[in-house]
């Protein structure tokens, strides 16, 4: 705990002992050189890595760099971490990551769901088609009985 006359001094002073040159925050994708935002397949699909002692970490590319001139300058994904990490991957990173993912339980949730939505819409559907059928039958035989 500060003592009377050091928060006084401080009060004076307020930045005093504050680093001189403090780290810039970071740009967005758009500012940083040849970070793009849009136009790759894999902007916004889900992956995860995995990390020491069996840790997986579940995050979202975000954005992508093109490949360079040289042949060591492959394309890059940038990943930002669900736990707030983030990092670069090569594209067959990518398609581990992608192939790890689908062993997630969030991955497996969401293919439950879908499967689920879609057995309601063929039900639906189903249903649908048949009702027009008995109504169209109904109208029929209603003007064929006239």
């Known amino acids: 705990m500060l003592s009377g006359a050091a928060l006084q001094e401080l009060s004076k002073e307020p930045t005093k002992g504050a680093d001189e040159n403090p780290p810039k925050p970071p740009r967005p ?3 940083e050189e040849g970070w793009r935002d849009e136009g790759h397949e894999y902007l916004g699909r889900r992956v995860a890595r995995p990390f020491e002692g069996g840790l997986t970490v579940v995050g979202r590319i975000t954005r992508w760099l ?10 890059l994904f940038h990943v930002d971490h669900d736990d707030g990490d983030e990092e670069d991957l090569e594209e067959y990173e990518c398609i581990d990551a992608f192939e790890l993912y689908k062993t997630t339980p969030e991955a497996t949730k969401l293919a439950q769901a879908k499967a689920r939505a879609e057995a309601w819409v063929a039900k639906f559907v189903s249903g649908a088609v048949r009702g027009r059928l008995v109504a169209r039958t109904f109208v029929r035989a ?3 009985g006239c």
């Open 29 to 31: 994708a758009e500012l």
């Open 66 to 75: 093109p490949a360079g001139d040289g042949e060591d300058e492959p394309p």
């Open 142 to 144: 209603s003007v064929e």
